[in-house]
């Protein structure tokens, strides 16, 4: 981890590794609300870039002062904002210097489109609070809308618009509603709508299960 002060990381966050820290001489600040991170190399050679704002942490949290803003896959694209979550409130907020508490591994596809877990519960403890939804196609060149909709078929979140896939990859559902507020518990579809150029259309429903402590 890359910090101005690794003392005062360490006196306020849990770390299991607290060998991996670097200390810099100088360091940027970053603001709660909004920013944007640019991760440069020799020759100012742009190496990665994120731009985040305060609304993608979880809804529920009182405050967010403190709170990592977690990535939950490397191999996914950092611009992806269905790839970022708050961490685990079972950790303290924060896994300094081992692994992100939202880390999810990449899985083995074997059908075009499918969503996992089956019942995800997002609640912050780190454990599936977020749904899953997998594509993988033998083609490139697909465009791709998402939609969550509740049993009743009542539109819940428009999750991707006109997004451009890869081959395959993955998008993830917070458990938010497009007013940014937790869905209530209950059966979900997910509507996955791809289409190409040529006139090609794939069209999925997958069903998953938000539920919660009653």
Known sequence: ??????????????????EN????????SYNNEQGSIVLSGVND?????FNYYEEMHHPLLNSIDGVSLERINYNRPTYDNTNWHSASSEVGFAT?????????????????VYVEPEIFSPDNDGYNDVLNIHYKFENPGYTANIQI?????????????????GTEGTFSWDGRTEDNRKALI?????YFEAFDING???KYKKSAVLGGKL
């Open 200 to 202: 090609n259309i794939k």
């Open 96 to 112: 300094p210097g081992y692994e992100n508490s939202q880390h999810i591994d990449d899985q083995e596809i074997n059908d075009e």
């Open 21 to 28: 820290f670097l200390d810099m001489n100088s360091f940027p």
């Open 149 to 165: 909709f509740d049993a009743q078929g009542r539109l819940t979140k428009y999750l991707i618009r006109s997004s451009i896939l």
């Open 45 to 49: 050679l742009v190496v990665d870039a």
């Open 1 to 18: 981890m890359l910090t101005k002060n690794s003392s005062i990381v360490k006196d306020q966050y849990f770390t299991k590794n607290p």
């Open 186 to 190: 209950g059966i979900y579809i997910v």
